[in-house]
């Protein structure tokens, strides 16, 4: 899963938001100085990409991309799957998507120095380019994948990769939505033992 799920799974406690959040930019089990609900966080990031990663639906999802993007075919999956989270917010959430949006990047902002560096750098192309909120729209998924792209100079065609997500567009939204059920109940009985 990406940004947008891993912290709506957090359960709105801020500090497993925060660690949820940056859990990518910490390597190994180097985070015995943050809280321990930050910790927390973390950990639960862990369980949830080890969960989605040995999904059927998700490993289906990612098959309809595996012979053109290769490796790249979970990160894809990850933003497709963010993508229908957003867009269908209000099936998840009785706050409004740019409500929640914003009070993330206040969170995040009011807790920067704690942040990994990398997470640091990331946060403000983040917010100037609104990536939660306009993960909604084709056109928001689009400038990701973009990005991405370049960031890997070309070599994952991610830039592509809308066009499979228009072409497939509703299967990959059942997908999302059969899997999505599944790991919300997971988290809970995760949150309730962390």
């Known amino acids: 899963m990406n940004f947008l799920a891993h912290l709506y799974l957090s359960e709105n406690n801020t ?3 925060i660690g949820n959040f940056i859990a990518d930019h910490v390597k190994g089990n180097k985070f015995s100085h943050y809280h321990e609900d930050i910790q927390k966080g973390i950990l639960l990031h862990r369980e949830i990409d080890t969960f989605t990663d040995a999904h059927d639906i998700v490993r289906t999802s990612k ?14 999956i990850d933003i497709f799957y963010d993508h229908f989270l957003a867009k269908n917010w209000k099936n998840y959430s009785e706050i409004p998507l740019n409500v929640y949006v914003n009070s993330v990047y206040n969170l995040l902002n009011e807790n920067l120095e704690i942040l990994p560096e ?14 939660l909120y306009n993960y909604q729209f084709a056109k928001g998924i689009h400038e990701v994948l973009n990005g991405m792209n370049r960031r890997t100079k070309g070599k994952s065609k991610m830039n592509l990769a809308t066009e499979d997500l228009l072409e497939h567009y509703q299967t990959f939204e059942e997908d999302f939505t059969l899997f999505f059920e599944e790991l919300r109940e997971f988290c809970l009985t995760k949150t309730l033992k962390i």
């Open 63 to 76: 098959r309809r991309l595996h012979e053109r993007y290769r490796h790249y075919d979970g990160v894809i």
């Open 15 to 17: 500090n497993i938001m």
């Open 118 to 131: 990398k997470t640091q750098e990331m946060l403000p192309v983040m917010i100037q380019h609104n990536w």
